[in-house]
């Protein structure tokens, strides 16, 4: 599954500080030499990458970015003080385009890694530079360059290998939030995640696996209902289901019926989604209601040949079993 996450961010880089006109001022000294200091330079506006984050989406609240400016220089000789740098940080795998010509200025691949997206302008000279032997009194400085504006469009692919499917309501966003860093609005209504979410999970110190949360879906999904058809492309792409029931879904006294429901929506949609390793997971086994449905759940789908898995996300019981059972297929192996 690739997500395509885009944000068009404009930098304003900080103008240097204009170089200062003076001269010594000593006592019984008429006329003391120039000591007019430098301005300082603009602060940058850079972009680092960061290896905790998935999503582009804060930057999307936030379009304009400014650094400081250098402080003008002052007399004997006191250089003005560069501006703050502005730092705007970027899931590793961001690319960064100029917005006007679409080319790649830089790719980020490894966390640290930084790039100066808009340069802060140079501060001025004071006119201590301009003494010459002839000229002893310059009252000239430069002014300070100007920082850069920089038009940048940061666009972020990022694969997912597992998706969590399941009806409105069957505790998918709980699930990503308690497993992972995401953290997608949770409500205890349908369709409450309107945008997939994706979170990092980590098994133990080396793996980690990434998880996206899609809008819950319906019967009619594959025709557009619900939320539509548009998430369904989401999974295509994941190596790995989980399919998650709520067994105290009122309107689904039967989780084989909820569940053959949706893996219908799946195939009308694309059959190959149903070749996809998937695990069958029963949620918010916290509840007395689901508790005592439990033993006739697990019957019935032993009966269709299906092993299930029970979790509770609010009480973090059963995840890590289900985590591992999701690791040997995603590797193949024991994680
Ligand atoms: N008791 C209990 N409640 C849970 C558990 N997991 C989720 N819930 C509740 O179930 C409701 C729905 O949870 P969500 O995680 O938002 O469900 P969702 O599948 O993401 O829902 P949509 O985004 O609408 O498709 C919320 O009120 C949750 O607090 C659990 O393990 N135990
Ligand atoms: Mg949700």
Request: hydrophobic fraction near 35%; aromatic fraction near 6%; charge should be positive.
């Amino acid at each position: 599954m690739k997500f395509v996450d885009e944000a068009t961010l404009e930098l304003k880089a900080g103008d240097g500080g204009n170089g200062c006109v003076s001269f010594r001022r000593e006592k019984r000294v008429p006329r003391g030499g120039p000591d007019g200091g430098d301005g300082g330079d603009g602060g940058d506006c850079t972009v680092k990458a960061e290896s905790g984050l998935t999503t582009l989406l804060d930057l999307k609240m936030q379009r304009r970015y400014q650094a400081g400016r250098g402080e003008h220089g002052r007399g004997k000789n006191q250089f003005g003080k560069r501006g703050a740098d502005c730092l705007i940080v970027v899931p590793v795998g961001t690319l960064v385009r100029s917005a006007e010509s679409q080319e790649v200025l830089f790719d980020f691949t490894r966390e640290g890694q930084t790039f100066v997206a808009a340069r802060g302008g140079r501060g001025g000279h004071g006119n201590t530079h301009y003494a010459t032997s002839t000229r002893q009194s310059p009252r000239t400085a430069q002014e300070g360059q100007k920082g850069e504006i920089k038009k940048i469009l940061l666009e972020l692919k990022l694969l997912a290998d597992v998706g969590l499917l399941g009806l409105p309501n069957a505790g998918k966003s709980t699930l990503i939030s308690v497993i992972s860093k995401a953290r997608p609005k949770i409500a205890d209504y349908p369709f409450t995640t309107k945008i997939p979410h994706l979170g990092v999970v980590r098994i133990g110190e080396e793996r980690s696996f990434v998880a996206a949360d899609i809008p819950g879906l319906i019967e009619g999904a594959h025709d557009g209902k619900g939320m539509g058809v548009q998430f369904l492309k989401h999974i295509e792409r994941t190596r790995v289901l989980l399919h998650l029931i709520d067994l105290t879904d009122p309107a689904q006294p039967d989780p084989c019926h909820s569940y053959q429901l949706l893996r219908g929506e799946l195939a009308a949609y694309s059959p190959e989604l149903l070749q996809k390793p998937e695990l069958i997971v029963l949620t918010k086994m916290d509840l007395p209601e689901a508790r005592s449905k439990r033993g006739a759940a697990e019957k019935k789908f032993l009966a269709e040949g299906k092993k299930v898995f029970f979790i509770s996300a609010v009480k973090h019981e059963g995840l890590q079993s289900l985590l591992t059972q999701v690791g040997k297929l995603l590797w193949k192996e024991a994680p």
